[in-house]
Nanobody, 126 residues
C-alpha cells in the first residue's frame, strides 16, 4: 500500500524557515513525479513545487520561486521542501503527492497525482 507521510510543519515568524519532509513507502522511489501542494480553507489546492524521481528540472509556483527549494533523497525514499523567507500568505496545510509518471508543464494539476499524504500545517505569523 502506497503511503506518504509529511513531517516538519509548525509555526514560524515571517522571514523564518521551515523544512518539510515527505517519506514514501509501499512503492519504489523511481519513475514518479513527487509534488508539494498547499491549501487554505475556502480555496483550491495549489501546486507549490514538483520534482521527478529521476532528476531533471524542478518546478515551482511563481509565488514561491526564489524562496522554496524542492529536493529528494532517493536512497531514503524522501522528498523535501526547504522554505525560506516565509510570509504570512504561505500559511496553509501542505500536502505531498505522488504521480506514477513524469512531471511536466502541467505538474500543478492536482488530479494527476494518485497518492496523497495527510497534510501538515504551516503557520507563518507576521
Amino acid at each position: 500500500r502506497v503511503q506518504l507521510v509529511e513531517s516538519g510543519g509548525g509555526s514560524v515568524q515571517a522571514g523564518g524557515s521551515l523544512r518539510l519532509s515527505c517519506a514514501l513507502s509501499g512503492y519504489p522511489y523511481s519513475y514518479i513525479c513527487m509534488g508539494w501542494f498547499r491549501q487554505v480553507p475556502g480555496k483550491e489546492r495549489e501546486g507549490v513545487a514538483a520534482i521527478y524521481s529521476g532528476g531533471g528540472p524542478t518546478y515551482y509556483a511563481d509565488s514561491v520561486k526564489g524562496r522554496f527549494t524542492i529536493s529528494q533523497d532517493n536512497a531514503k525514499n524522501t522528498m523535501y521542501l526547504q522554505m525560506n523567507s516565509l510570509k504570512a500568505e504561505d500559511t496553509a496545510s501542505y500536502y505531498c503527492a505522488a504521480n506514477l509518471g513524469l512531471c511536466g508543464d502541467t505538474w500543478y494539476w492536482s488530479n494527476q497525482f494518485q497518492y496523497w499524504g495527510q497534510g501538515i500545517l504551516v503557520t507563518v505569523s507576521s
